[in-house]
């Protein structure tokens, strides 16, 4: 499978949501609704793990995702992700790094691979 990098740096063909909704596997639905619960207190139920991944057309997005300004920026911008966008990074990105410490990780990567 070809790595799907997200906007904002993470890496969707490693999220278990991801994987789940891909392999359409109800156990691990399961095991990442709970996860989800625990690390980040997300309160979703088995059958709404359900993502394509932050660079499909969107039709199954999860929670955050679903409303995120930072890959709506970047649709619109047409970036392939935040770390070649002229503009960036921009406050809607770091505000988002702040609460995902992975996906900040991802993008310095990123980024360090761009300059
Ligand atoms: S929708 Fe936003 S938070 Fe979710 S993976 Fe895409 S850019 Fe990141
Ligand atoms: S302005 Fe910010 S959110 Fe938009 S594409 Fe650039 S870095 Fe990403």
Redesign the pocket.
């Known amino acids: 499978m070809e790595e799907m990098i997200?906007?904002?740096?993470?890496v969707?063909s490693s999220c278990p949501t991801f994987l789940a909704t891909l392999n359409d596997d109800d156990k691990a639905r399961e095991e990442t609704a709970k996860f989800l619960a625990e690390k980040y207190g997300l309160n979703l139920k088995p059958e709404e793990i359900n993502c394509d991944?932050?660079l499909s057309s969107g039709e199954r997005?999860i929670g955050?995702?679903?409303t995120?300004?930072?890959?709506k920026c970047?649709m619109a911008k047409s970036v392939d992700n935040?770390s070649v966008c002229d503009d960036g990074p921009c406050e809607k990105l770091n505000q988002?790094h702040e609460f995902?410490p992975e996906?900040k990780a991802s993008f310095e990567a990123l980024a360090g691979k761009n300059h």
């Open positions: 997200a906007y904002c740096g993470l969707c991944g932050c997005l955050y995702c679903n995120c300004e930072v890959r970047g935040c988002f995902s996906a």
